[in-house]
């Protein structure tokens, strides 16, 4: 089915609650997906680099996405498996046109050997806390009465936000 697990790291001193979806992709899901897109605040893109099929799916994600999910959020795309070079069938020149063409942020990972999944989820949610952080300001200046000052709130209260894989 549907894996959902929590995780909470540390970001810029703060303590960020991720909760992350995986659907895996698959297509029976793919009707219950659009109802994780409407709250999701970062949603990662995976393709395996030996699947052609995965990496041909991954327009047709983006499309449902710009469909059902809000038009801020953010989202990458990951090429996962990039351990297993000798049975690559995406060339990760591919991976990154892909991304620019869509101006979304490139990462080739491998699960396996845990290359540059930390980085991943650490990308995504500092991108997340930095458009949370832009939106407060903008608003606060945009209010009358002039600029307001914001002071940080140093109390134990963790930030959240969610994560979808698809």
Same mark, same amino acid.
């Given at each position: 089915g549907i894996d959902f697990k929590i995780r909470?790291?540390?970001?810029d001193g703060k303590k960020i609650k991720l909760q992350i979806w995986d659907t895996a992709g698959q297509e029976r899901f793919r009707t219950i997906t659009t109802a994780y897109y409407r709250g999701?605040?970062?949603?990662?893109?995976?393709?395996?680099?030996?699947?052609? #099929? /995965?990496?041909? $799916?991954?327009?047709?994600?983006?499309r449902n996405i710009e469909e059902h999910a809000s038009s801020d959020v953010e989202r990458m795309i990951l090429g996962n498996k990039c351990d297993m070079n000798d049975k690559r069938q995406v060339s990760k020149e591919r991976g990154e046109k892909l991304a620019i063409d869509y101006g979304i942020k490139f990462l080739e990972t491998s699960? #396996? /050997?845990?290359? $540059?999944?930390?980085?991943?989820?650490?990308?995504l949610a500092r991108d997340i806390m930095t458009k949370l952080n832009r939106k407060m300001n903008d608003s606060n200046l945009s209010g009358a009465g002039g600029p307001v000052k914001i002071t940080e709130n140093r109390s134990k209260k963790t930030s959240f936000f969610r994560c979808s894989l698809l």
């Open positions: 909470t790291i540390e970001l999701a605040m970062g949603i990662m893109l995976v393709y395996d680099i030996t699947n052609e #099929k /995965s990496f041909d $799916n991954i327009k047709n994600w983006i699960a #396996k /050997s845990s290359t $540059n999944v930390e980085e991943a989820f650490f990308t």
